[in-house]
């Protein structure tokens, strides 16, 4: 209830009280920026202005990491100011130095917000770092605001989906939270827009590091990641019947240029891997064109695809409650309807 959150806010320790400011941890991958690190400074914005204080972006990387050109994207997305941390230790990311390092920073510069994607390395890192300054850390968030407390209320959800809860940190700082790839939008980017550049000295001795990098395996899908970043997506369900009508579900997407998933029955049934599963407890998508073919559209796959712009539903059921809120619907049998969407747009 909001009155005992208040009076356990004021039992926040005398140590927490100089954390000021909004920190968002910015992931780069492949050289670039990741998309969702851009999202959370869109976010972290809001926030900032809300409590009236500083938005930065935190960039970690090695002597060759291209911090110069992140600065600018960063301050571009909205960053007040961007604190830098190089040294050769953080070429390649491994979890101890760049956990060691971030709880530093945390430590000297004392952040009131720190946010992190929701990625393979954010929860990796957003995990060690939370524990090492014995903070709380809300994972998987889907909402973010600032309480009549001046609280962070990250919410998310629970019991699978059926419950959203919203948690406070009340005792300690910084509260951190890690959000989902595609769960904010975008901020536009402002060019031209200019911020401070904080330098932190990093003090780290290679022999203290346990984890050693030998070598680099390529991935051999390399277009998974690309899921959730796709323009369009063709996803098929449990309506297609066999592992082998999902043949159509991709034959679309390649003609289209898009990417494909499907419902989670089918990762369950071992008809697609986990990482091409969409909705709640897979990929959220926020595509320009979504095809879903023979999916019911249940509420924890709805709430991965609503944020796309245009939802196409292919269903027999006229019944069926993705109707309820797709903005197309085609009432017939996809295993059909696919393969001719295929050879209609491969002739165009
Ligand atoms: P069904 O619900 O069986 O629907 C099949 C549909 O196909 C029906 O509407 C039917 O009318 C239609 N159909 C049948 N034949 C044809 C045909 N020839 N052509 C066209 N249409 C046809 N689900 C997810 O998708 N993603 C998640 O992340 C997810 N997370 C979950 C987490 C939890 C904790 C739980 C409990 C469930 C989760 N689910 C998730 C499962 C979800 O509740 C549904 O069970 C699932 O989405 C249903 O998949 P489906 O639509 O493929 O199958």
Redesign the pocket.
């Known amino acids: 209830a909001p009155a005992s959150r208040a009076a356990m806010k004021k039992e926040l320790p005398e140590r927490f009280r100089s954390y000021k400011n909004v920190w968002v941890f910015i992931e780069i991958e492949h050289g670039e920026i990741h998309p969702v690190s851009l999202e959370l400074l869109g976010e972290g914005r809001k926030l900032a202005d809300k409590l009236g204080v500083e938005l930065a972006g935190v960039l970690i990387g090695g002597e060759r990491a291209p911090l110069a050109e992140a600065s600018t994207e960063v301050w571009e997305h909205g960053a007040d100011a961007v604190y830098i941390a190089t040294h050769a230790a953080l070429e390649h990311y491994r979890n101890d130095p760049y956990s060691r390092v971030l709880t530093d920073m945390v430590n000297e510069f004392k952040p009131e917000i720190l946010l992190l994607g929701a990625t393979v390395l954010g929860r990796d890192l957003a995990g060690s770092v939370a524990t090492t300054l014995l903070t709380g850390l809300t994972a998987d968030c889907t909402e973010l605001a600032i309480d009549d407390d001046r609280c962070l209320a990250a919410t998310r959800p629970t019991f699978?989906?059926s419950l959203l809860c919203t948690i406070y940190t009340l005792n300690t700082r910084p509260q951190m939270a890690t959000v989902r790839p595609r769960v904010m939008s975008m901020p536009p980017r402002q060019p031209g827009r200019k911020g401070r550049t904080v330098p932190f000295r990093v003090s780290l001795r290679e022999d203290d590091i346990v984890t050693k990098v030998l070598r680099f395996l390529p991935d051999r899908d390399s277009n998974k990641a690309q899921l959730a970043y796709a323009d369009i997506v063709v996803a098929g369900?449990?309506?297609?019947?066999s592992p082998e009508n999902m043949q159509h579900v991709r034959a679309l997407a390649s003609v289209l240029g898009g990417d494909w998933g499907?419902?989670?029955?089918?990762v369950q049934k071992g008809w697609m891997p986990a990482d091409r599963?969409?909705?709640?407890?897979?990929k959220t998508i926020r595509p320009k064109l979504y095809i879903a073919?023979?999916?019911?559209?249940?509420?924890?796959?709805r709430v991965?695809v609503e944020g796309a712009d245009l939802i196409v539903a292919?269903?027999?059921?006229p019944q069926?409650p993705?109707f309820d809120f797709a903005h197309v619907g085609v009432v017939?049998?996809?295993?059909e309807l696919l393969p001719a969407l295929t050879e209609a747009f491969r002739k165009r």
């Open positions: 699978g989906g369900g449990l309506g297609l019947k499907g419902s989670r029955p089918l599963q969409i909705g709640q407890t897979g073919a023979g999916i019911s559209g249940a509420i924890q796959h991965g292919i269903n027999t059921d069926a993705i017939a049998d996809a295993i």
